[in-house]
């Protein structure tokens, strides 16, 4: 009865937003649809669902899942002979909104069973939509994790597999409630504790902390107060950042801030937009805070674009990835004319170059002509879309084996024999990975991506200018102090020598250039042979040395720092900033000075 319920009060829903007003949604033919869910608009205000275009979150991520449909639909090697088609739809950074969006992925599902049999109505007949609803086979999304968890629940009755991109949640681990979600991302516990290790290595005890309403910003915040505890720091005070707050309302954020004179480090765990009012507030009040902001920060300019002097000295975590070269090219070559697939293109297109097609001033327009920024998760949305893939090919080859096409035994999916025994069992080579680097996809027993942290400072160079600095990787037990105090001391011995023998034989040019040439060789040999040539040993003879040792390693996480000294209030200058390890194993040592 209680499922019969739930599915008239679906059913019913479905029809409240069939008749509301009409939504855009980009489909794709194919023999297997997946669906996907991005935030193509920002928020909205109080009157209107959604608001501008995001641009890099929305736009970029979406058109990642469409290069890497288009990049699998050409591999002969993976799902040949099977088409995959998409079923896009935006989620307007909303989680409600994003649910009501949600409801097309299971429309098939209402006239269907998981099983494939069609429901039979209390009269006898079958249940039928008129449209034809396409059956989703998975679903790549959401972006915000309070998204990813409304709409997981929703799945979840209709054994809908779930690959999210982005969300963060440590609450989406839990797999009694969460059963058919997976995400290429690792939970925000790890982050949490890598935040702590840092004020800790700091020796930065006494913090504010900021979160944004919702999942990740209340579960993060809350993870790190547990760690922060266990390391003995203590929190002066805790704020939220709302949805729809004023530019008043995060003033008195600010405010709220001041009043603890004596924490003068903020820990944020907050949505980039969220991360870029506060900042914005905080300018206007020409405050200042030395702060420790998690990944919805991350390495964003448009976190920091208008308050770089607010922003000067923060410290950010972001995960790391790397950029993919040939979607920077597919995407700086599209335009509204190539990309009609595309609804949503045409309003960026306006937005991002401030023209008007009514004007018919958009066509001198090019991405190729401005700047380009890829969003820091394309590698993990085309991770996600080539994992659903590989599932999917391993299911094939195990029910289909006689076949390159689909047979009756994948007509339909089954949503809960694909997640069980081939999403969360899938293992390959992450696609377009830099030559040099090894990344493996695959997921933990909680359905979690295996990720790192990058740590960058905020930081004013030289020529004026503020950017981000990524500090860089040095083997932990590799020595360099004592290579280059020998190096100093021969130096000086071999030009100590070389003064009294060059002004003693001035008679003699030939003994004074001799002598000139002998010191200068004798000096390169010994940088040579001092500075470069044990590190190339051990580049080449031996890279086991050229690895991270374990400090403190738990049962999900480890983690490593150097020793760093720095007072709260400096925003600026040299600064020791600890590189942190993502949940599994330490990834990076500590290291450069900043």
């Not at 000067?312 to 990309?339: C, H, K, R, V």
Request: glycine fraction near 8%.
């Amino acid at each position: 009865m209680g499922s019969m319920l739930g599915l008239l009060a679906l059913l019913l829903l479905s029809g409240a937003v069939a008749e509301g007003p009409a939504k855009k949604v980009l489909t794709l033919e194919g023999d297997l649809v997946l669906g996907g869910l991005f935030p193509v608009h920002q928020k909205g205000g109080p009157a209107e669902e959604c608001g501008p275009v995001n641009e890099h979150r929305g736009i970029q991520r979406l058109e990642a899942m469409l290069f890497a449909l288009d990049r699998i639909n050409h591999d002969p090697h993976l799902l040949p002979g099977v088409r995959l088609g998409a079923h896009i739809l935006d989620s307007c950074s909303k989680d409600t909104y994003a649910l009501e969006q949600a409801l097309d992925f299971v429309r098939a599902s209402l006239s269907r069973g998981a099983d494939g049999s069609r429901h039979i109505c209390p009269d006898g007949s079958y249940a039928t939509h008129g449209d034809a609803p396409t059956a989703i086979t998975g679903v790549i999304g959401g972006s915000y994790s309070d998204v990813s968890i409304q709409v997981a629940n929703l799945l979840r009755l209709f054994q809908i597999p779930q690959i999210s991109y982005a969300s963060t949640s440590a609450k989406l681990s839990d797999k009694s409630r969460y059963d058919y979600f997976a995400r290429t991302v690792p939970p925000d516990f790890f982050q949490a504790k890598a935040m702590a290790e840092i004020l800790r290595f700091f020796n930065w005890t006494y913090v504010s902390t900021v979160a944004s309403e919702g999942d990740y910003g209340e579960t993060g915040i809350e993870a790190f107060e547990l760690e922060a505890r266990a390391r003995n720091i203590c929190v002066a005070t805790s704020e939220k950042v709302g949805r729809a707050m004023s530019r008043a309302a995060f003033e008195g954020v600010v405010r709220a801030l001041l009043q603890k004179p004596s924490a003068r480090v903020a820990v944020l765990f907050t949505r980039s937009e969220d991360a870029r009012e506060l900042l914005a507030a905080t300018q206007r009040l020409n405050a200042s805070f030395t702060w420790v902001a998690s990944d919805g920060w991350g390495a964003l300019e448009s976190v920091v674009a208008g308050s770089e002097g607010a922003a000067e000295g923060a410290i950010t975590i972001e995960l790391a990835s790397y950029p993919i070269s040939d979607f920077a090219s597919y995407f700086q070559n599209l335009d509204p004319w190539n990309n009609s697939r595309n609804p949503w293109f045409r309003e960026f297109w306006e937005q991002r170059f401030r023209c008007s097609f009514r004007q018919r001033d958009c066509a001198a327009h090019s991405l190729r002509a401005v700047p380009f920024e890829q969003e820091s998760k394309i590698m993990f949305v085309v991770n996600a879309v080539y994992a659903m893939a590989h599932a999917l090919h391993n299911m094939h080859r195990a029910l289909c084996p006689n076949t390159t096409h689909l047979c009756d035994a994948m007509r339909p999916v089954n949503g809960r024999r694909l997640y069980k025994d081939f999403v969360l069992n899938v293992k390959f080579d992450a696609p377009f990975r830099p030559a040099e680097t090894h990344n493996e996809v695959r997921f933990d027993r909680f359905g979690d991506g295996i990720g790192r942290y990058n740590i960058f400072t905020y930081l004013r160079a030289g020529n004026g200018h503020y950017r981000y600095q990524k500090t860089r990787k040095c083997p932990e037990n590799f020595n360099e102090a004592k290579f280059i105090g020998f190096t100093m001391y021969t130096t000086c011995i071999i030009w100590l020598a070389f003064l009294p023998i060059f002004y003693v034989t001035s008679s003699d040019y030939r003994v004074q250039t001799t002598t000139m040439c002998v010191s200068v060789s004798l000096s390169g040999s010994v940088v040579l042979g001092c500075l470069f040539a044990p590190k190339l040993h051990i580049i080449l003879f031996q890279p086991q040395k050229n690895v991270v040792s374990h400090r403190a390693p738990t049962s999900r996480f480890g983690s490593a720092a150097a020793r760093a000294s720095s007072s709260p209030g400096q925003g600026s200058g040299s600064q020791f900033v600890p590189t942190v390890c993502n949940g599994r194993e330490v990834v990076d040592s500590t290291t450069s000075s900043l």
